[in-house]
């Protein structure tokens, strides 16, 4: 029944905004992926978080589609599937979404294996049902992020984890370092959650002091032996590794920058609340303080302490952003089941399965209501919207500046501008056909921010205005222009500059997404500060 539900969810809306790419990070995946093939090669060119399980996937995928469209008649070449490719990508988009959707189901099958390992399989159940019908859950799932597979191997590290506190034998424990190596080599952060077959190994041999630190230097080269495989820019260009994983550490990001400790711990209890666990995020401190209670140690040392130490963990950095919940997020629905399943036996006793299931399944409808209308809205995203506006009002011939990668666009017969970082604007026509080397994208990102309107150089606006502009980004920069006045000041020369004439907006259930304005521009730039 999860299974299905989460099937469901997943995949309602999965097409969102396709043939345009409107999420902030999905092309930075999805074109690093295509360079591996097109340069035959093991070694990314970009390994920030570092993603090379995801960007492995992603290769993965695409020769499949390849193969697939060979075979069909769809196309003969590999030039002419890159072709078809920078005109329509959704063919590897839909591929790549649709694997992450599968990773999502087999966390949601680990996770309901772990509360069976620690001894509660109905608390495993509710936990799988309520990750399916999370809206959180289910939105990070559909789209090709990194967030999903380093949950899955971080879970399947604490599977083995049980067998490490429960034998106490070595090769258990290379088993959960060689996953968690893994998970690392997927995402930085989950290396926090090496604590979970570390404490379990020191639980193991808890008589015995002289095993610790071997069994610490053995998970240690077991993790190091997976990122050595799965990293070759770790052991080939170690200083580049080193600087991606500085360049991860953002001093600030607009929308995104947090305040103390209390407050980003508060901002992602109410996340928690609003869109991932709903009314069972309630169980989760009585689950936690039931295992303490109890010194049900496996439940302490596996579920308990790396869950903390992570949630520290996200609470210690600049920013907070919503999707960095899902790590954590299988083992806190863990903590609520295993509440949920205490409180039925105590009123149930040995017939308390159904009471269980009856419970589970009513925290898990409203969430799952939630998510329907997200997967809704996320079908229709207010830049495809506004892209649709475009095709049906703007003359051909017109001169048009985009933030964001709306393939559709191509089929107009229209000069376009798309905002490059330092140069300013450069050719959309050539970018979104693939003549534009990411590396150059990448650089001109400057590796902090997006290649939009408010980060190019104030004094090269005029390379990007035009008779009209499709802007997203707009309300982000403006609603913080005291700490970023020069991003600001860009967006208000357009948004001065011109009139808007389509104004795009989320609806709740109807269309998500940024509001979106599409501007048609005066002649010439306003009088202004960058001028």
Same mark, same amino acid.
């Given at each position: ?6 099937? &469901? ?8 905004? &396709? /043939? ?8 930075? $995946? ?35 589609? %390849? ?13 002419? %599937?890159?072709?078809?490719? @920078? ?10 979404? =649709? ?22 399989? /109905?608390?495993? &159940? ?45 090769? *258990? ?33 808890? !008589? ?7 069994? #610490? ?32 550490? !953002? ?13 980003? $711990? ?91 299931? #009856? ?16 997967? =809704?809205?996320?079908?229709?995203? =207010? ?7 475009? &095709? ?8 048009? =500046?985009?933030?964001?990668?709306? $393939? /559709? ?29 990411? +590396? +150059? #994208?990448?650089?001109? !990102? ?20 035009? *008779? ?6 707009? *309300? ?7 700490? @970023? ?37 005066? /002649? ?8």
């Amino acid at each position: 029944m999860a299974f299905l539900l989460a099937g &469901l969810l997943r995949t309602h809306g999965i097409g969102q905004g &396709l /043939p345009g790419l409107y999420d902030p990070d999905e092309p930075l $995946f999805i074109i690093n992926a295509i360079e591996l093939l097109a340069k035959q090669t093991l070694m990314p060119g970009w390994f920030g978080h570092p993603g090379i399980t995801t960007l492995y996937l992603l290769a993965a995928c695409d020769l499949l589609v %390849f193969l697939g469209g060979r075979a069909a008649g769809l196309w003969a070449t590999t030039g002419e %599937f890159a072709t078809q490719l @920078y005109a329509d990508p959704s063919a590897i988009v839909l591929a790549g979404r =649709t694997a992450i959707v599968a990773l999502s189901l087999a966390v949601m099958a680990t996770t309901a294996r772990l509360g069976a390992r620690l001894g509660d399989a /109905p608390a495993g &159940l509710v936990a799988a049902m309520l990750l399916a019908a999370s809206p959180l859950h289910s939105e990070i799932s559909s789209l090709v992020r990194t967030d999903i597979m380093v949950s899955l191997f971080s879970l399947l590290a604490m599977l083995a984890s049980v067998s490490v506190a429960q034998h106490g034998r070595r090769r *258990d424990l290379i088993v959960a370092g060689l996953w968690m190596g893994t998970a690392v080599s997927t995402k930085w952060p989950g290396a926090v959650l090496a604590l979970a077959p570390l404490a379990a190994w020191i639980w193991a041999w808890r !008589q015995d002091r002289r095993q610790w630190l071997r069994g #610490a230097l053995l998970l240690g080269g077991a993790m190091l032996l997976a990122m050595a495989v799965l990293m070759p820019p770790l052991w080939l260009r170690p200083l580049d590794v080193w600087a991606a994983l500085i360049n991860e550490v !953002q001093p600030a990001h607009v929308g995104a920058t947090g305040g103390n400790w209390l407050d980003k $711990f508060l901002w992602y209890l109410a996340v928690l609340w609003d869109r991932g666990l709903g009314w069972a995020a309630l169980l989760i401190p009585v689950g936690a303080a039931l295992a303490m209670q109890r010194r049900a140690m496996p439940v302490v040392l596996i579920l308990l302490l790396p869950t903390v130490a992570l949630l520290a963990l996200l609470c210690s950095q600049t920013n907070v952003w919503q999707r960095w919940l899902v790590l954590p997020m299988p083992m806190l629905s863990l903590l609520a089941g295993l509440a949920l399943s205490a409180v039925a036996r105590a009123v149930r006793g040995a017939r308390s399965g159904w009471l269980v299931a #009856a419970a589970g399944t009513a925290l898990s409808i409203p969430l799952a209501w939630s998510a329907w209308q997200d997967g =809704t809205a996320r079908g229709n995203p =207010t830049q495809a919207r506004a892209v649709a506006f475009m &095709l049906n009002n703007v003359p051909a011939g017109s001169r048009i =500046t985009v933030e964001m990668l709306a $393939f /559709p666009l191509l089929k107009g017969n229209w000069s376009i501008r798309y905002p490059f970082g330092p140069v300013g604007c450069v050719d959309g026509r050539a970018l979104l056909a693939g003549k534009v080397n990411y +590396d +150059d #994208a990448a650089g001109a !990102q400057k590796g902090k921010q997006k290649l939009v309107l408010g980060t190019i150089n104030p004094a090269r606006i005029a390379s990007c205005w035009a *008779d009209y502009a499709i802007i997203h980004d707009a *309300d982000r920069w403006l609603n913080e222009a005291s700490r @970023y006045p020069q991003e600001a000041a860009v967006y208000r020369a357009f948004i001065d500059g011109g009139t808007i004439i389509g104004d795009f907006r989320a609806i709740h259930g109807v269309s998500a997404g940024p509001r979106t304005l599409v501007i048609k521009l005066g /002649p010439e730039l306003p009088p202004s500060p960058l001028r």
